[in-house]
């Protein structure tokens, strides 16, 4: 299951992906965290300290290597240098799976220990001025959308990106890449105006999107979240002490987390779970042919000297059913 965390800054999303990897891990469940958000703070919510956040190895840094890996012998992509972050697996790519290993995690993934299990992290990198921008050809997170566009994950197997929702997510599709977007939200009217303009993208390319107030403190807040976001509040989360203790670089153990929190964390696996059965793999490609051809058109034919639009392999419908087969 490939779930995103999206929201202002400073609303929780790092926090709240940390939680609901940890949550997954508990159970056992293999995990694949991403940190894709501009302030890259994942591999220290997760307990790294500073030398060991510091020590991970950049996706922005491995793009040569991820490229070449996932183009493996289609023939419609003549060299990783055509290969851009949109650019769609067809016949003789190279897929993803979320359990064992592979050039991409060697490179790329390290091991986290948690509670109750290990969980792989793979961070995009510090971003600079030039990530910001939209059609950028070495942006951090096409690493991260190529790995997307390119893995096959099943149930009970999770991916989970803490990311920005920037300008960049919704020009090159990143947006949707996911099963499930959780839009964490304070309730702000800030807060709440992340979730519109979300929305507002989400609709025509339907996005599941589920919004988690954070940092609710009492009726009013929750009212308040009720009002403006209606149906897509699915849960919330109040200040937690256990959190606040993690941030002093103290973590309790995690089955000490507040019932109520953890109770929300259930929920989010739930909800997650639940879209599984409403899996439309077909959908997915096409979505994914959708942005690559127009982002070939706006920036990368000519950023490329090629017809990115060759890359496309008509035939090709990822899924699960493409591995079972190879
Ligand atoms: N439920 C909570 N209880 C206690 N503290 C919280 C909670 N949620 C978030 N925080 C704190 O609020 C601050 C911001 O949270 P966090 O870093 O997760 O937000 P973010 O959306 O990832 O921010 P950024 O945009 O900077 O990446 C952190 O110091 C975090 O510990
Ligand atoms: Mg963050």
Same mark, same amino acid.
């Given at each position: 299951?490939?779930?995103?965390? !999206?929201?202002?800054?400073?609303?929780?999303?790092?926090? %709240?992906?940390? /939680?609901?990897?940890?949550? %997954?891990?508990?159970?056992?469940?293999?995990?694949?965290? !991403?940190?894709?958000?501009?302030?890259?703070?994942?591999?220290?919510?997760?307990?790294?300290?500073? $030398?060991?956040? $510091?020590?991970?190895?950049?996706?922005?840094?491995?793009?040569?290597?991820?490229?070449?890996?996932?183009?493996?012998?289609?023939?419609?992509?003549?060299?990783?240098?055509?290969?851009?972050?949109?650019?769609?697996?067809?016949?003789?790519?190279?897929?993803?799976?979320?359990?064992?290993?592979?050039?991409?995690?060697? $490179?790329?993934?390290?091991? !986290?220990?948690?509670?109750?299990?290990?969980?792989?992290?793979?961070?995009?990198?510090?971003?600079?001025? $030039?990530?910001?921008?939209?059609?950028?050809?070495?942006?951090?997170?096409?690493?991260?959308?190529?790995?997307?566009?390119?893995?096959?994950?099943?149930?009970?197997?999770?991916?989970?990106?803490?990311?920005?929702?920037?300008?960049?997510?919704?020009? +090159?599709?990143?947006?949707?890449?996911?099963?499930?977007?959780? /839009?964490?939200?304070?309730?702000? @009217?800030?807060?709440?105006?992340?979730?519109?303009?979300?929305?507002?993208?989400?609709?025509?390319?339907?996005?599941?999107?589920?919004?988690?107030?954070?940092?609710?403190?009492?009726?009013?807040?929750?009212?308040? /979240? @009720?009002?403006?976001?209606?149906?897509?509040?699915?849960?919330?989360?109040?200040? +937690?002490?256990?959190?606040?203790?993690?941030?002093?670089?103290?973590?309790?153990?995690?089955?000490?987390?507040?019932?109520?929190?953890?109770?929300? %964390?259930?929920?989010?696996?739930?909800?997650?779970?639940?879209?599984?059965?409403?899996?439309?793999?077909?959908?997915?490609?096409?979505?994914?042919?959708?942005?690559?051809?127009?982002?070939?058109?706006?920036?990368?034919?000519?950023?490329?000297?090629?017809?990115?639009?060759?890359? !496309?392999?008509?035939?090709?419908? /990822?899924?699960?059913?493409?591995?079972?087969?190879?």
């Amino acid at each position: 299951m490939k779930i995103a965390f !999206v929201g202002k800054g400073g609303s929780g999303k790092t926090t %709240l992906s940390s /939680l609901f990897i940890r949550h %997954l891990a508990a159970a056992g469940a293999p995990v694949v965290a !991403v940190d894709a958000d501009i302030n890259q703070h994942l591999g220290a919510a997760l307990g790294l300290d500073e $030398a060991e956040a $510091a020590a991970l190895p950049a996706m922005g840094d491995q793009l040569p290597l991820i490229k070449d890996y996932l183009r493996g012998s289609n023939p419609r992509i003549a060299s990783a240098a055509t290969m851009i972050k949109t650019t769609p697996p067809g016949e003789g790519s190279r897929l993803l799976r979320v359990r064992g290993d592979n050039p991409v995690y060697d $490179a790329c993934a390290r091991p !986290v220990e948690l509670d109750g299990g290990t969980v792989r992290l793979m961070v995009t990198g510090p971003f600079t001025e $030039a990530d910001l921008g939209v059609a950028c050809y070495h942006s951090k997170t096409g690493a991260v959308e190529l790995c997307l566009n390119h893995l096959v994950d099943g149930r009970d197997e999770y991916v989970v990106v803490d990311m920005t929702a920037g300008s960049d997510s919704f020009a +090159s599709g990143m947006f949707t890449r996911f099963d499930i977007t959780f /839009l964490v939200a304070e309730p702000t @009217r800030k807060g709440v105006s992340v979730y519109r303009q979300y929305k507002e993208y989400a609709r025509d390319y339907g996005v599941r999107l589920a919004v988690v107030g954070n940092k609710v403190q009492g009726q009013d807040d929750l009212d308040y /979240l @009720r009002e403006q976001v209606g149906d897509d509040l699915l849960v919330t989360v109040g200040h +937690s002490d256990w959190v606040r203790a993690m941030e002093k670089g103290r973590p309790p153990r995690f089955d000490l987390l507040e019932d109520a929190n953890r109770r929300a %964390l259930h929920a989010l696996r739930t909800a997650a779970d639940a879209t599984y059965d409403e899996r439309d793999w077909e959908r997915y490609t096409r979505q994914m042919v959708h942005f690559h051809l127009k982002n070939a058109r706006s920036w990368g034919n000519e950023r490329t000297g090629a017809d990115l639009a060759a890359q !496309v392999d008509p035939d090709f419908v /990822l899924g699960e059913s493409v591995v079972a087969n190879a």
